[in-house]
């Protein structure tokens, strides 16, 4: 099982979100390492466009995270929603 987390602010989230992913604004990710490394991996990240994930990425695989950049929380919410996973 993924863990989906939404970097985007919680006024963003609130709008609009994945089914099942939590929320952990971009600028709470340096703080909340500890917390990330003990959630099921590999993790997605996603956001509006895929650029705040992008830097999540970069920043949690460089601290020993299993991750991937999905992009647009909404193209997330397609590929849950049509997977068999």
């Given amino acids: ?3 989906i ?5 919680p006024q ?3 709008g609009g979100n994945v089914a099942g992913s939590m929320n952990i604004p971009l600028q709470e990710i340096t703080e909340r390492v500890e917390e990330i490394k ?11 466009s895929g650029m705040r994930s ?14 991937e950049n ?3 929380w909404m193209d997330v919410n397609f590929k849950a929603q049509n997977s068999n996973a």
């Fill in 1 to 3: 099982m993924k863990t």
């Fill in 5 to 9: 987390i939404d970097v985007r602010t």
């Fill in 12 to 14: 963003e989230f609130v």
């Fill in 38 to 48: 003990k959630l099921p991996q590999p993790i997605v990240l996603c956001c509006a």
């Fill in 54 to 67: 992008g830097q999540a990425v970069g920043f949690l695989q460089s601290n020993g995270i299993s991750c």
């Fill in 70 to 72: 999905g992009g647009g």
